[in-house]
């Protein structure tokens, strides 16, 4: 035998076992109990005495086992049936988020994972509180949720985990709730980029509209807490007004802004925190739009990417609507199964995109 052959049979002779991955029937060894009772304390079941657990528990710390939720629930042919609440309304974003929601469950029916949508009317505490009161603990393992922050709503969620259902929030958070994860931009930093664009686009000292969709959205007030706090370190030659609130109707919109200008002559710039914005731009096209008045709006959707080409919009903020839906479905998972997760794949970040830089 070769000098080198040699060498690397003895090398693998001696390689330590401990490198293969330790399995259920170690950990029974270790802990000295059977298999039986460590599918019991895997799974979480009644009948283990106190005792027990902890020298299962031990020996699975000790052996750095890691157990395969994919296996576990193939052997239990489990299905993972997560529940997507959002606004009922046309507002682009949210359309396209319901589309996300279509794609992905295609994509994700092989993955043992169906996904479902239900609906509330936008802004409506109490029409979310009823959806999420209905929930069935029996047939739905996992909630993600886009709706407004009410006390109402919050104990609703409450309600949900204590009834063992995994929650996230989506788009706009909850922090005060049980809810496990929040999966959106941080909004705070969105209002504080906004203001950042805005002061440098803007030449001449005036008022800045804030365009709001309700005082209930957590995301919208987050958004103008972080753009206020900018205005008012850098840019003090610079006025933002008390906000309007749209409810993402473009009929209030349109007609709250005819007489905002009446009444405010040195507008200089327009901030609309909400995705809803086909008011805004009904009313911009009819003035046939103003060469020094800076827009900046939300979400990359097929109205606001028309916005930018048109010279309507300066730049839009945004978030990758099928990110949010892809993170969600993994956040819940793993919530559901007691597994880490990765938070740098979890990240939403935020895009910003002006004329030149829109993607295909």
Same mark, same amino acid.
């Given at each position: 035998?070769?000098?080198?052959?040699?060498?690397?049979?003895?090398?693998?002779?001696?390689?330590?076992?401990?490198?293969?991955?330790?399995?259920?029937?170690?950990?029974?060894? @270790?802990?000295? &109990? #059977?298999?039986?009772?460590?599918?019991? &304390?895997?799974?979480?079941?009644?009948?283990?005495?106190? !005792?027990?657990?902890?020298?299962?528990?031990? $020996?699975?710390?000790?052996?750095?086992?890691?157990?395969?939720?994919?296996?576990?629930?193939? /052997?239990?042919?489990?299905?993972?049936?997560?529940?997507?609440?959002?606004?009922?309304?046309?507002?682009?974003? !949210?359309?396209?988020?319901?589309?996300?929601?279509?794609? *992905?469950?295609?994509?994700?029916?092989?993955?043992?994972?169906?996904?479902?949508?239900?609906?509330?009317?936008?802004?409506?505490?109490?029409?979310?509180?009823? &959806?999420?009161?209905?929930?069935?603990?029996?047939?739905?393992?996992? @909630?993600?949720?886009?709706?407004?922050?009410?006390? #109402?709503?919050?104990?609703?969620?409450?309600?949900?985990?204590?009834?063992?259902? $995994?929650?996230?929030?989506?788009?706009?958070?909850?922090?005060? #709730?049980?809810?496990?994860?929040?999966?959106?931009?941080?909004?705070?930093?969105?209002?504080?980029?906004?203001?950042?664009?805005?002061?440098?686009?803007?030449?001449?000292?005036?008022?800045?509209?804030?365009?709001?969709?309700?005082?209930?959205?957590?995301?919208?007030?987050?958004?103008?807490?972080?753009?206020?706090? !900018?205005?008012?370190?850098?840019?003090?030659?610079?006025? !933002?007004?008390?906000?309007?609130?749209?409810?993402?109707?473009?009929?209030?919109?349109?007609?709250?802004?005819?007489?905002?200008?009446?009444?405010?002559?040195?507008?200089?710039?327009?901030?609309?925190?909400?995705?809803?914005?086909?008011?805004?731009?009904?009313?911009?096209?009819?003035?046939?739009?103003?060469?020094?008045?800076?827009?900046?709006?939300?979400?990359?959707?097929?109205?606001?990417?028309?916005?930018?080409?048109?010279?309507?919009?300066?730049? @839009?903020?945004?978030?990758?609507?099928?990110?949010?839906?892809?993170?969600? /479905?993994?956040?819940?998972?793993?919530?559901?199964?007691?597994?880490?997760?990765?938070?740098?794949?979890?990240?939403?970040?935020?895009?910003?995109? *002006?004329?030149?830089?829109?993607? /295909?």
């Amino acid at each position: 035998m070769p000098l080198q052959r040699k060498w690397w049979t003895k090398l693998n002779k001696h390689r330590p076992s401990a490198i293969a991955k330790p399995t259920v029937n170690d950990i029974a060894r @270790v802990a000295g &109990v #059977s298999l039986a009772t460590v599918d019991r &304390v895997l799974n979480e079941r009644p009948g283990v005495r106190s !005792v027990t657990i902890k020298k299962v528990r031990k $020996a699975i710390e000790d052996l750095g086992y890691i157990r395969d939720t994919a296996a576990a629930n193939l /052997a239990r042919r489990r299905v993972y049936n997560f529940l997507f609440v959002l606004p009922d309304t046309q507002n682009e974003f !949210v359309l396209d988020l319901r589309t996300q929601i279509r794609e *992905l469950t295609e994509k994700i029916a092989n993955d043992r994972t169906k996904l479902t949508l239900a609906l509330a009317a936008a802004f409506d505490p109490q029409d979310f509180v009823n &959806v999420l009161d209905e929930i069935d603990p029996r047939e739905t393992d996992g @909630v993600a949720i886009f709706g407004p922050e009410t006390p #109402s709503v919050r104990d609703a969620i409450n309600h949900l985990r204590d009834k063992g259902i $995994a929650v996230v929030t989506l788009v706009s958070d909850l922090p005060s #709730s049980k809810r496990d994860h929040f999966v959106g931009i941080d909004n705070v930093s969105a209002g504080r980029t906004a203001a950042q664009l805005m002061g440098r686009f803007i030449k001449k000292p005036g008022k800045i509209l804030f365009i709001t969709g309700s005082r209930f959205a957590r995301d919208h007030l987050e958004r103008r807490q972080g753009f206020d706090l !900018v205005m008012a370190e850098e840019f003090e030659n610079l006025e !933002v007004i008390a906000s309007v609130e749209g409810k993402d109707d473009p009929e209030i919109m349109y007609s709250l802004l005819p007489e905002l200008f009446e009444n405010h002559e040195d507008v200089r710039g327009i901030y609309s925190s909400a995705a809803g914005n086909e008011g805004l731009m009904c009313f911009l096209r009819e003035q046939g739009g103003a060469s020094d008045l800076v827009v900046i709006g939300h979400e990359l959707t097929s109205l606001s990417r028309d916005a930018l080409n048109d010279g309507y919009f300066d730049a @839009v903020i945004s978030q990758d609507g099928g990110h949010l839906v892809r993170s969600c /479905a993994r956040l819940l998972r793993s919530t559901v199964d007691n597994v880490p997760h990765n938070p740098a794949q979890e990240r939403i970040r935020i895009d910003i995109y *002006l004329k030149e830089n829109m993607p /295909a």
